[in-house]
């Protein structure tokens, strides 16, 4: 047998996890871009260093965004992946498939790429990876014609993303997957078109649980909530203690608001709707028994980023809650004016967490119009360097001195 | 000319009956066994969910593999987790065990649920990207053998969510992640000034530095840069090609611990730093491997039932965690970087 000219990376075939190594391997034998792509990954594994080159700028008609340019800087040696560039493809909500749809990408990515694919990008979008300039165009036209999209890239609104919500779970107080094909629909331009100082990101959750990570990842985090009271099933939460679930130990004292209490000899548990904060922690623990509340809709945070530059963010509560029905227009409402004040004041590369916290939170929720709640903050400030505005003080500002 | 804006496909077309008819009225769930969810509605109907872990990094084939498999169990409906899982949707009860059995045969692990690990989130490292300090991929399926037990069981005293970026830019939520491998660099760019001076617009260059360590070189047309004053992050070089910063020898992986994005019990935390630099190793990273497997049987020998990584270690302090876990607790561990001061104790109460 031939030596095999990837040493290190067949050490990745062994093991219980799936292996891509594996799986590139027999693409590799109708695929010399994936038989490349092996020998400058091998190599890279090698040299304990990446061989790719900045982008160049590639894209298809109509777009500024969606294709990311990727070149090769060993591309003497692995001419197949000297343009190895990368399309995204904008995902359906909640990342359902039919297989007709999921065959068709493939067969679509088989005749003008690699044939290598992330299912799916950090983002949300569908990553096909490794492509050539002059495949972009007929790509994109495939795609197109099979009823997909490309997503973002660049400074624009980056591809929406929602978790599973009422499609399958009985949490979501939103509907996440209309509320992000909707949006996603709504700012085709400004997901297409890159016009603003940098990425936006918007992600949406149908509860507190925050399965798609919006309050870490996004811009502006879309978070479902209620606003009365958890709904109890007695007769489910019994079922729960006959069962064996110590109620008191594992959900009542871990409450934090104290909000339930426990009866252990009637087996019923107490709530002090008023007191709970709506942390999903009951509802997890006993999803036969607690469900959210019916006055639905959701909160809404904002700066949500990774650490470059200044540091990481969690995004800040600035709508306490919001009900959302479609058509969805006052959060549209409220994103057009928060892209707005951040267009016209950011910095390049500037994130509009790092705006707010540079211009201060009050200079942005008096331009988008939202009023200051005290559930927008943990604690109030300690220090007494606030500012006025002028209208609040006598004789609008400082009087002459006389 | 195709059609531009069409916006991604339409996901009502992609549910299954099941899932149209009971939309939004779904009563509650439960975990069957590792892997397996059954979802009840109000209606009585039920769909059953068995979740697979995946590369991320498939091939057509791969994918062709999954279609297969749902067109066999699941009426050809299938969809993927926000951690790169795939949750084959059976909507018969009866094909439940066939598909397991079949996923048995060709080895997919089926897993992910409950207290659990669930798939790594990850980016793309050597495989694609331009500025990796690391490889993605490759880290994940060493990390994912070796956890492999936890995925496929539920026997941790909590969820645990792993993730990985291969450089400081951190793609995917891992500053957030119960533990979180990071690429990082340990030396400023090496310039190359004929690169700066002929591709990089210098203003934009000197303004993406976050610590200004970055000074114009009239002379050369270039920049220089303050060494004491740069913390490695590696963000010139994506504004400029000649500011050089990857470097074999001491580019590496960092380890943080206890970030959470849910709500539950606690507000989402960051995840902070436990291991500050291990070796880039390939093809199968042992050190980062171990030292993962050490950090998550800590927490699963040490935490109370249904604590998650963070919590425990707020629970017990940082000063205990680093005993717990042996590892030498050093200047690194102290921020000194923006917003550093609100790490800092203020209180004469801690733990020996
Ligand atoms: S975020 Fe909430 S509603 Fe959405 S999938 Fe998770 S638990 Fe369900
Ligand atoms: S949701 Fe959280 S705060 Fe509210 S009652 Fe349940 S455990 Fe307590
Ligand atoms: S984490 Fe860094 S190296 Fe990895 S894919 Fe993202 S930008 Fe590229
Ligand atoms: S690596 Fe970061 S800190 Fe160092 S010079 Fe470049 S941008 Fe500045």
Redesign the pocket.
């Known amino acids: 047998m031939a030596e095999s000219r990837t040493p290190l990376l067949d050490e990745l075939e062994k093991g219980p996890w799936p292996s891509f190594v594996t799986d590139m391997k027999k693409l590799a034998q109708r695929k010399p871009a994936v038989q490349d792509a092996l020998g400058q990954l091998e190599m890279s594994y090698r040299d304990k260093k990446g061989h790719w080159k900045h982008g160049g700028i590639v894209g298809v008609r109509g777009y500024g965004g969606g294709v990311i340019g990727r070149y090769s800087d060993v591309g003497d040696v692995f001419p197949n992946v000297a343009e190895f560039h990368t399309m995204r493809v904008n995902q359906p909500s909640g990342w359902f498939y039919t297989t007709e749809k999921l065959r068709q990408l493939c067969d679509i990515w088989e005749a003008y790429g690699s044939g290598l694919t992330n299912f799916h990008g950090s983002t949300g979008d569908i990553i096909l990876l490794g492509t050539v300039t002059q495949n972009l165009q007929p790509a994109f036209d495939a795609l197109s014609e099979a009823g997909f999209d490309l997503g973002g890239s660049g400074s624009d609104l980056r591809t929406p993303s929602a978790c599973v919500g009422p499609a399958r779970c009985e949490w979501a107080c939103i509907d996440t997957l209309d509320i992000c094909h909707d949006l996603t629909n709504t700012f085709q331009d400004e997901l297409h078109r890159p016009m603003w100082p940098y990425k936006f990101k918007l992600k949406i959750a149908g509860c507190p649980n925050d399965c798609v990570a919006a309050v870490a990842r996004a811009d502006l985090s879309v978070i479902g909530t209620w606003r009365d009271s958890i709904r109890i099933d007695r007769e489910a939460v019994r079922e729960y203690a006959d069962g064996g679930l110590d109620v008191e130990r594992a959900v009542v004292n871990r409450c934090p608001t104290g909000a339930l209490s426990w009866n252990a000899e009637k087996k019923e548990l107490g709530l002090k709707a008023e007191e709970c904060n709506r942390c999903m922690h009951c509802i997890n623990m006993m999803p036969k028994a607690l469900c959210p509340g019916v006055e639905r809709g959701a909160t809404l945070l904002i700066g949500g980023k990774a650490t470059i530059l200044q540091t990481a963010f969690l995004s800040w509560v600035i709508v306490p809650f919001m009900k959302l029905e479609p058509p969805y227009e006052e959060l549209k409402d409220l994103l057009r004016r928060i892209w707005e004040w951040w267009d016209e004041n950011a910095k390049t590369r500037e994130r509009v967490g790092e705006l707010i916290y540079r211009k201060g939170m009050r200079e942005f929720l008096r331009a988008v119009g939202l009023p200051p709640a005290p559930q927008m903050v943990f604690r109030p400030r300690a220090n007494p360097y606030y500012f006025w505005w002028p209208e609040e003080l006598e004789g609008n500002g400082h009087k002459e001195q006389g | 000319m195709s059609r531009t804006d069409i916006g991604p496909p339409y996901f009502k077309d992609m549910l299954p009956p099941v899932i149209k008819e009971n939309y939004g009225r779904w009563k509650y769930h439960e975990i069957l066994r590792p892997g397996v969810l059954r979802h009840v509605a109000e209606s009585g109907a039920e769909i059953y969910s068995v979740r697979v872990g995946s590369a991320r990094l498939m091939t057509v084939d791969r994918v062709r593999e999954i279609c297969d498999l749902a067109d066999k169990y699941c009426d050809g409906y299938l969809r993927f987790t926000s951690r790169h899982n795939i949750e084959f949707l059976v909507s018969d009860k009866n094909k439940v065990e066939p598909l397991l059995r079949e996923l048995k045969e060709k080895g997919w692990p089926v897993g992910g649920t409950g207290n659990s690990i669930s798939n790594m989130i990850h980016?793309?490292?050597w495989i694609h990207?331009h500025?990796?300090a690391t490889d993605?991929s490759g880290i994940v399926k060493a990390v994912m053998d070796d956890l492999y037990e936890y995925f496929v069981d539920m026997k941790l005293p909590a969820k645990l969510r792993i993730a990985l970026?291969?450089?400081l830019?951190?793609?995917g939520a891992v500053h957030c992640s119960d533990i979180a491998m990071v690429?990082i660099h340990r030396k400023p760019p090496v310039i190359e000034h004929d690169i700066v001076s002929k591709q990089c617009e210098i203003p934009t260059l000197i303004a993406s530095c976050p610590t200004a360590a970055i000074r114009p070189n009239p002379k050369l047309k270039s920049v220089e840069v303050n060494e004491e004053r740069c913390m490695y992050c590696g963000n010139c070089y994506t504004m400029c090609p000649g500011m050089k910063i990857a470097d074999p020898e001491n580019d590496g992986v960092a380890i943080f611990v206890g970030g959470k994005v849910s709500n539950a019990r606690t507000p989402p935390m960051f995840s902070r730093l436990a291991i500050p630099y291990l070796p880039n190793n390939p093809p199968r990273w042992p050190e980062v491997t171990a030292a993962v497997r050490k950090l998550v049987e800590v927490w699963a020998r040490n935490a109370r039932q249904g604590e998650r990584y963070g919590e425990w270690i707020e629970r017990i302090g940082w000063e205990r965690f680093f005993e717990l876990a042996e590892i030498p607790f050093t200047d690194k561990h102290i921020d000194d970087f923006t917003f550093a001061i609100p790490t800092f104790r203020t209180a004469a109460t801690f733990k020996w």
């Open positions: 980016t793309q490292g990207c500025t990796p993605g970026a291969c450089c830019n951190m793609c690429g």
